[in-house]
C-alpha cells in the first residue's frame, strides 16, 4: 500500500496555458511586425504582373492625348448645319493614327472611332444618321456642340497620380501604365521565402508509399501559393523529424531570406521539433488560434548569423503552419498572404468578404471561429461540403471559399453568412 503524499511534498501543478489569440488579434499580430522591405528595382512592365509599385506612377500626359471620335460618322461644325443646310460636302477623310486637317467652313470631314477630331469642327454625327452620297453627306439629326466627341483628357489629365505606390499590379493597372507611355515601373523587390516540411511520413509523388507514409501534398500547395504572390521561394524540401536538423535548417534558411515558413511540426507532440527548434535558434511570439482549422499556427523569428555569407543579421520572420492539408491551406490563405502583402509593400492586404445566404443548416457550433468550406450554389446561395476534416483536401477544390464563422455561433438555413471568395485569397 503506497504512503499518502503530503501537501508541501507533492508535485506542483503544471502551469494553465496561455488562452487561444483570436483571429482577429492573431493576425493584428502578424500584420504589426510587417513592415515594407526595403529595395526596389525597375523592372519592364511586361514583367510586373503581381508586383507591388514602390514609387507613384505619375502621368506624363493627358489621355487621351487629344480630341477623339467616339464614333464612326462625320465631322462637323455646329454652325454651319444651324443655318438650316443638311447637305454638305466631304472635305477629308480620318483615321485612327493620321493627323487631320483643320475643317473648312460649310464642309465635313468622314471620321472613324478613336480618330483625332479636326481643328474647327466641334461635334461628331454618326453614320447612323446620315445619308452618304457623291462626294457628299445629307444630315438627319442637328448635333449639339461636342457630340460623340471624347475631349483631351477625358480619361487622365497630365502630371496626376494614376497608380499610387503600394499598388499592387494587375492586368488592368499594367494596362493602365502602358497606356501613359510607361515602359518600365520601379517596385519593390521580391520577398524571399524559405519552406521546408517535417514529417518522417512525408513522401515525395512518384516515390513508393511505404507503411505508414503518406504523400507530400503540403509542398506542392504552399510553393504554389507562394509563387502566386510573387515571391522568390527556395525549397528545402522534407526535413527529417530531429531537432539538430531541423536547427540546422533554420539556421541555412535565416541567412538569405526574409520569411521562413514550414509545415507540421508545430504542435505539441514528443515529435513535433520545429517549435522548439525556432525557441533555440529564436523567439516564438504567438502560438495556437481560437480557430477551426488550424489552430496550431506559430509566429515569431529566427537569428542570422554574424557574418552569413551575404553579410546580413538581425533575424529573419518565421511562420509555422500545421501539417493537416487543409489547415496548412487556410491559415496561408488568412495569414501568411496578408503577411507577405503587407512585407511586400502593398496597402491592401485584406480579401474581399460577400454576404451570402446559407442554404444549409450546421446545428452544432464551435467555440472557435470556424473557416467552412463551400461553393455558391445556381440559385446564389451556399452550399457546404458535407466533410468538414482539416484532412479532406478535396474540400478545398470543390469549394468557391471559406465561410468566416463567429465562435459559438450555430448557422441556419436561410440566414446570411460572411464568405470569402477563393478569387479573393490565391492571389
Request: proline share 8%; net charge neutral.
Amino acid at each position: 500500500m503506497s504512503t499518502p503524499t503530503s501537501p508541501s511534498s507533492a508535485a506542483p501543478a503544471p502551469a494553465p496555458r496561455a488562452p487561444m489569440l483570436s483571429t482577429a488579434d492573431a493576425l493584428a499580430t502578424l500584420l504589426a511586425a510587417a513592415k515594407p522591405l526595403a529595395g526596389a528595382e525597375t523592372i519592364s512592365t511586361f514583367d510586373a504582373l503581381n508586383r507591388v509599385l514602390a514609387a507613384d506612377v505619375v502621368s506624363p500626359l493627358d489621355v487621351p492625348p487629344m480630341h477623339t471620335s467616339a464614333m464612326d460618322g462625320y465631322a462637323v461644325r455646329v454652325a454651319d448645319l444651324a443655318q438650316g443646310s443638311r447637305r454638305l460636302p466631304v472635305s477629308q477623310r480620318i483615321a485612327a493614327g493620321h493627323a487631320p486637317q483643320p475643317l473648312a467652313a460649310g464642309t465635313a470631314a468622314r471620321i472613324f472611332t478613336g480618330a483625332t477630331v479636326p481643328p474647327g469642327a466641334d461635334a461628331v454625327v454618326m453614320q447612323e444618321q446620315t445619308e452618304a452620297a457623291q462626294g457628299a453627306v445629307t444630315f438627319l439629326h442637328a448635333p449639339k456642340a461636342g457630340e460623340w466627341i471624347t475631349p483631351q483628357g477625358a480619361d487622365i489629365r497630365k502630371n496626376t497620380v494614376i497608380l499610387p505606390a503600394g499598388t499592387r499590379l494587375t492586368p488592368a493597372a499594367l494596362g493602365l501604365a502602358a497606356s501613359v507611355g510607361c515602359a518600365t515601373l520601379t517596385v519593390v523587390r521580391r520577398v524571399k521565402v524559405a519552406v521546408f516540411f517535417t514529417g518522417d511520413e512525408l513522401t515525395m509523388p512518384g516515390e513508393p508509399l511505404k507503411p505508414g507514409a503518406i504523400y507530400n501534398s503540403n509542398r506542392f500547395t504552399l510553393t504554389s501559393l507562394l509563387r502566386n504572390l510573387g515571391c522568390e521561394v527556395t525549397d528545402y524540401g522534407i526535413v527529417p523529424d530531429q531537432l539538430e536538423l531541423t536547427r540546422a535548417t533554420l539556421r541555412e534558411a535565416a541567412a538569405g531570406h526574409d520569411l521562413i515558413l514550414t509545415s507540421g511540426g508545430v504542435s505539441v507532440g514528443e515529435e513535433d521539433h520545429v517549435r522548439p527548434a525556432v525557441e533555440a535558434e529564436g523567439r516564438i511570439n504567438l502560438w495556437q488560434i481560437a480557430m477551426k482549422p488550424g489552430k496550431p499556427l506559430a509566429f515569431g523569428a529566427v537569428r542570422r548569423t554574424q557574418g552569413a555569407a551575404d553579410a546580413e543579421t538581425g533575424e529573419a520572420f518565421f511562420i509555422g503552419l500545421p501539417g493537416n492539408p487543409v489547415s496548412s491551406f487556410v491559415t496561408f490563405l488568412l495569414f501568411v498572404r496578408p503577411f507577405l502583402l503587407r512585407l511586400a509593400g502593398a496597402t491592401q492586404v485584406s480579401p474581399r468578404a460577400l454576404s451570402l445566404r446559407a442554404d444549409f443548416t450546421q446545428a452544432k457550433s464551435d467555440r472557435r471561429n470556424e473557416f467552412l468550406r463551400a461553393r455558391v450554389n445556381p440559385a446564389g446561395g451556399l452550399d457546404l461540403f458535407p466533410n468538414q476534416s482539416s484532412a479532406v483536401l478535396t474540400s478545398t477544390v470543390w469549394g468557391d471559399g471559406l465561410i468566416d464563422n463567429p465562435p459559438n455561433h450555430a448557422i441556419s438555413a436561410g440566414e446570411t453568412v460572411r464568405f470569402i471568395p477563393f478569387t479573393e485569397l490565391l492571389y
